[in-house]
């Protein structure tokens, strides 16, 4: 069931995408990257049947994941960037931190172990947000 909300009455050009340590407004430090699937399992991680996502990949081989992708925020509060799963679910959306197995699925995003393009990319983004974004990559350790 769902209950009405006037709230959010205002139009604000931010999505609702909100910091889960402090429940503040993100803003968007990176582009959205995309995630595909290649195998069923992973369709089914993210709430695809089985025969669906058996069907997808006999017919397509990579399918690429709708409303759900991978984005760096930036959080004034935690005063630091930091990346994020996002899944749109009708107007509102859901963020995680990301798994290490989707960075290895994330369209655009080279996981930063033993990948040479990585560092450009961390360098682009670094200078984006004027910060090291080196620690955004902990958990991959
Ligand atoms: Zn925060």
Known sequence: MKKRCDRNRKRSKRRAIYCPIH???????????GIYADKVQHL??????????????????????????????????CQETNWYCVRKCDRTYQISVPAYELWQRAIGVINPE?????????????????HSVAKQYKFVE
Request: one cysteine or more; glycine letters at 12%.
């Open 114 to 130: 033993g990948n040479p393009t990585v560092g450009e990319f961390t360098r682009r983004n670094a200078r984006m947000t004027g």
């Open 23 to 33: 429940g503040c407004y993100l803003d968007s430090a990176s582009r959205k990257y």
């Open 44 to 77: 089914q991680q993210h709430g695809v049947g089985k025969h669906t996502a058996l069907m997808m990949i006999a017919t397509q081989a990579t399918v690429v994941l709708d409303g759900e992708w991978l984005e760096a925020f930036w959080c004034e509060q």
